[in-house]
């Protein structure tokens, strides 16, 4: 079993995580309606 995955799989759940945070982000709050924070 390898203690680390290699560098694809990072990439690719960080790219996955922030396209989740930012789905997450247009469906909840949609074009930033509130102007509370960034």
Same mark, same amino acid.
């Given at each position: 079993m390898m203690l680390f995955p290699p560098p694809q799989v990072i990439f690719g759940l960080l790219l996955l995580s922030i396209a989740v945070?930012? @789905?997450w *982000? @247009?469906?909840y709050n949609p074009f930033?309606? *509130?102007e509370d924070g960034i």
């Open positions: 945070v930012l @789905i *982000d @247009i469906r930033g309606e *509130d």
